[in-house]
């Protein structure tokens, strides 16, 4: 009896340590995750200031450089440029028909 009770008595001790061995694993990792955490936030913070500094600095403008219209009949008057041709506009009247031959 006393046989079997040390037996039982070893197995208790046994399933204690490994419960404390998974305790200390456990702490570990969210010790480490804890870490983790506070270096994310850090740089997260770090970001943000950068991102708002560039949004505040007059060298970054959100608005676009030219309506998209604008960009549109300038790429349109490059390749026109480029092919000899003139666009109509009101500083180049379009050009009468001549008479009809008929």
């Given at each position: 009896?006393?046989a079997s009770a040390?037996?039982?008595?070893?197995?208790?001790?046994?399933?204690?340590q490994?419960l404390r061995?998974?305790?200390r694993?456990g702490?570990?990792?969210?010790?480490?995750?804890?870490?983790q955490?506070?270096?994310?936030k850090t740089?997260m913070q770090?970001?943000?200031?950068d991102?708002r500094?560039?949004?505040d600095?007059?060298?970054v403008?959100?608005?676009?450089?030219?309506?998209?219209?604008?960009?549109?009949?300038?790429?349109?008057?490059r390749?026109?440029?480029a092919?000899n041709?003139t666009?109509?506009s009101?500083?180049?009247?379009e050009?009468?028909?001549?008479?009809?031959t008929?």
């Amino acid at each position: 009896m006393v046989a079997s009770a040390n037996i039982e008595r070893d197995k208790v001790e046994k399933k204690n340590q490994q419960l404390r061995d998974q305790i200390r694993d456990g702490e570990a990792v969210i010790n480490s995750q804890q870490e983790q955490l506070a270096e994310l936030k850090t740089l997260m913070q770090q970001i943000s200031t950068d991102y708002r500094k560039d949004i505040d600095s007059p060298r970054v403008s959100l608005a676009p450089s030219s309506p998209g219209i604008k960009r549109a009949d300038s790429e349109l008057t490059r390749l026109m440029e480029a092919m000899n041709l003139t666009p109509v506009s009101a500083e180049n009247p379009e050009i009468a028909p001549s008479p009809s031959t008929t």
